[in-house]
């Protein structure tokens, strides 16, 4: 049974620091792994997605990598600033034909303090 | 697109009534999920439909929970009866499914339930 551990549980930085937070996986037979944010009392936003085949992905201040082998996933956070306050989930799609099962890990809510 | 749409997004009740939870994905997508999340638990896959098919509901905590994709435009999460400890934040997403695999997952805002 696949599971998705997150640590730390939370982080908390100054701004302008650049940040990883880190995400491990038990089975390395995944399909793909996605990065979510969740504020406080709303639902998930997608960051990135990372398809097994693929190294990693970027988007704007955001950079994602996966060593699928390890089974290990980083989100990069560079330059944080108080808005990317929020819990950070990481969830992998198992390469099991066809299984659309995500499985979440807790998340890692982080606070940028001004 | 409004994305995934949900409602309620606040219910209250009394335990043993029912409680019916709703959910409009986003047009085009082919699967759709409902997830549960709590403090202690996370995020709990219920059940996820593909083509208006539920695939697999091995996440369905009880007969109590019932779910249902009547059209590609609409599903239903219903709970009778309702207990306390089915107090939780209930999240419905959809993505496109690609026939080898899921794409990514777009949640809704959630119905946060709180049975008394």
């Known amino acids: 049974k696949q599971e998705v551990t997150q640590i730390p549980a939370a982080l908390s930085v100054p701004e302008g620091e650049n940040l990883v937070l880190n995400c491990s996986f038990t089975?390395?037979?995944?399909?793909?792994l996605q990065w979510f944010r969740q504020d406080p009392g709303k639902g998930l936003t997608s960051l990135l997605l990372?398809?097994?085949?693929?190294r990693e992905q970027t988007s704007g201040r955001l950079n994602a990598s996966l060593d699928k082998s390890s089974g290990r996933s980083t989100l990069y956070i560079a330059a944080s600033q108080p808005g990317d306050s929020a819990t950070y989930l990481c969830?992998?799609?198992?390469?099991?034909?066809?299984?659309?099962?995500?499985?979440f890990g807790k998340g890692t809510k982080l606070t940028v303090n001004p | 697109d409004a994305g995934v749409i949900q409602s309620p997004r606040h219910e209250v009740t009394e335990m043993g009534q029912e409680v019916t939870l709703r959910c409009k994905p986003i047009?085009?997508?082919?699967?759709l999920f409902w997830y549960r999340q709590t403090m202690m638990r996370g995020l709990e896959l219920l059940i996820y439909?593909?083509?208006?098919?539920?695939?697999?509901d091995s996440g369905m905590p009880e007969d109590r929970f019932s779910a249902k994709m009547p059209n590609a435009s609409f599903s239903t999460l219903k709970i009778q009866p309702s207990e306390p400890r089915d107090s939780a934040v209930y999240f419905c997403?959809?993505?496109?499914?690609?026939?080898?695999?899921?794409?990514?997952?777009?949640f809704g805002e959630g119905s946060r339930l709180t049975v008394l």
């Open positions: 997403a959809s993505s496109l499914y690609s026939g080898t695999n899921t794409g990514e997952l777009f």
């Open positions: 969830a992998v799609v198992g390469d099991q034909g066809g299984s659309e099962k995500l499985v």
């Open positions: 990372i398809q097994s085949s693929q």
């Open positions: 089975d390395s037979a995944i399909y793909n």
């Open positions: 047009s085009g997508h082919n699967s």
């Open positions: 439909f593909n083509n208006n098919v539920p695939i697999d």
